[in-house]
């Protein structure tokens, strides 16, 4: 390869790209790096999910049975990987990739069979653990048979990547001590925020008036959730913390944002008389996220998985916002010192410390800034990018070029 040139680089995600959550935003962040440094991106990715300007998107023909997003798990994907795998083997004259980047166990499965056809060096994106993710979905049950099958396949894929990233330490050392990698093998690349675009709003007249706009009444403190929505998330829990709140007196007002399931959390926040203090948004795209997250006054992260990371955290971050989470290690990794942590699975936990900062502004407000500061000096995309392609260039037999401009 020339020394000059930009790489081009083959990405696989699996997944219905670009859906305006979690690990769509770390694809989404790495491939914005990558072109603004030259490099020619090309993603490969399911038949459905959002366009985006600026993005070489090839996607694999739709199922005839099947016309939704996929979130989590699914006997589908297995359909759709098949065709993606298809899509990917066809793009090797078209794009004459340097590299292979490959998100999730699928797309490492796949790009472990293209890396071998090709000649051309893998790097696998790991994003937490494909069978407690399926286990988090209700897709697979603990210590049963096809589950210790699942759990063989994932320690191959594992194994079988020359290089994974990792977006926390806990992965790290889940991948190095549960899954048998070689420490060296594994690089932690932390999930990031473009603290330019997420940063705390002005709260002027029209900002207050956006609130109404959005149902919160003036003078009504506004918790604010953006993600999906589900139980491995903790959405369950967070409207289960509301209501002990509110049945304790404490006047606050949650804004829910995210998919699917809407309809199912509205008719749980009904049933728990929630009704007129919880604003489902559904889905929220996310070039308008800031502006959605910027109408709260104290962000929730009541994740209960244990091996995905919590990308959402940083965002909260960057907005200036005080935040509660389940006390996990991805949360502590994020939020240091300054988070407000609740014992994970815990509901009521979960609304002491919610009402403890709902009752303490003033604290919130020197939590919220402390974290925005901590935000723009520890989780920049610039660091992120530059360990990407420190690992490209250790990839291609380079080590001493990381093109961080083309």
Same mark, same amino acid.
């Not at 993005?55 to 199922?63: E, H, I, Q, S």
């Not at 993710?133 to 194994?159: C, K, N, P």
């Not at 050392?173 to 690089?187: D, K, S």
């Not at 709140?245 to 728990?272: C, F, I, K």
């Given at each position: ?5 930009? #790489? ?5 995600? !699996? ?30 990715? #399911? !038949? ?11 996607? %694999? &023909? @739709?199922?005839?049975? @099947? ?66 993710? &399926? ?18 396949? /994932? @320690? ?5 990547? !020359? ?8 992965? %790290? ?9 070689? =420490?060296?093998?594994?690089? $932690? ?8 675009? $997420?940063?705390? =709003? ?6 207050? *008036? ?58 749980? *926040? ?17 070039? /308008? ?17 244990? %091996? ?8 909260? &971050? ?9 006390? %996990?290690?991805?949360?502590? /990794? #994020?939020?240091?010192? &300054? ?7 815990? =509901? ?12 303490? !502004? ?13 935000? /723009? ?14 690992? #490209? ?12 401009? *083309?």
């Amino acid at each position: 390869m020339p020394e000059d040139r930009p #790489y081009r680089v083959l990405m696989l995600a !699996p997944t219905s790209f670009f859906g305006d959550y979690g690990c769509h935003v770390r694809i989404l962040e790495e491939v914005r790096f990558l072109q603004g440094c030259g490099h020619r991106v090309t993603i490969c990715t #399911y !038949p459905i999910g959002r366009d985006l300007p600026g993005l070489d998107l090839r996607r %694999t &023909m @739709r199922l005839p049975w @099947r016309g939704h997003y996929e979130v989590g798990s699914s006997r589908h994907k297995i359909a759709l990987d098949a065709l993606l795998a298809v899509r990917a083997l066809g793009l090797r004259r078209s794009v004459r990739p340097d590299v292979i980047h490959s998100h999730l166990h699928e797309g490492a499965l796949i790009g472990s069979v293209l890396s071998r056809l090709w000649g051309v060096p893998q790097l696998f994106d790991f994003q937490g653990s494909m069978t407690a993710e &399926m286990v988090d979905h209700h897709f697979l049950q603990a210590d049963t048979g096809s589950y210790r099958a699942v759990r063989r396949l /994932e @320690r191959w894929i594992d194994q079988r990547a !020359p290089r994974i990233l990792t977006s926390t330490t806990q992965a %790290t050392r889940l991948l190095t001590e549960t899954f048998g990698c070689a =420490p060296e093998r594994v690089i $932690f690349a932390p999930d990031c925020v473009n603290t330019e675009v $997420f940063c705390p =709003p002005v709260r002027d007249e029209a900002w207050q *008036a956006l609130r109404r706009s959005w149902g919160v009444p003036d003078g009504r403190p506004a918790l604010v959730y953006l993600g999906l929505l589900a139980d491995y998330q903790g959405t369950d829990h967070l409207l289960q913390a509301l209501a002990m709140l509110t049945r304790q007196g404490l006047d606050v007002h949650l804004l829910l944002g995210g998919y699917p399931n809407v309809e199912r959390y509205r008719q749980m *926040a009904a049933s728990l008389g929630l009704a007129d203090r919880v604003t489902l948004a559904g889905r929220v795209p996310y070039d /308008e996220a800031p502006a959605f997250l910027g109408l709260g006054d104290i962000a929730v992260a009541p994740k209960l998985s244990k %091996t995905e990371g919590a990308g959402k955290i940083l965002n909260y &971050m960057a907005m200036g916002l005080p935040v509660v989470a389940y006390d %996990t290690s991805a949360s502590r /990794e #994020y939020l240091g010192e &300054m988070g407000v942590y609740a014992e994970r699975g815990n =509901p009521e936990a979960l609304a002491a410390r919610l009402g403890e900062l709902a009752r303490q !502004p003033d604290l919130g407000r020197a939590r919220g800034a402390a974290l925005r500061k901590r935000a /723009e000096e520890q989780f920049h995309w610039g660091r992120t990018g530059q360990i990407i392609l420190d690992a #490209y260039a250790a990839l291609l037999g380079k080590p001493g070029e990381s093109k961080a401009s *083309a």
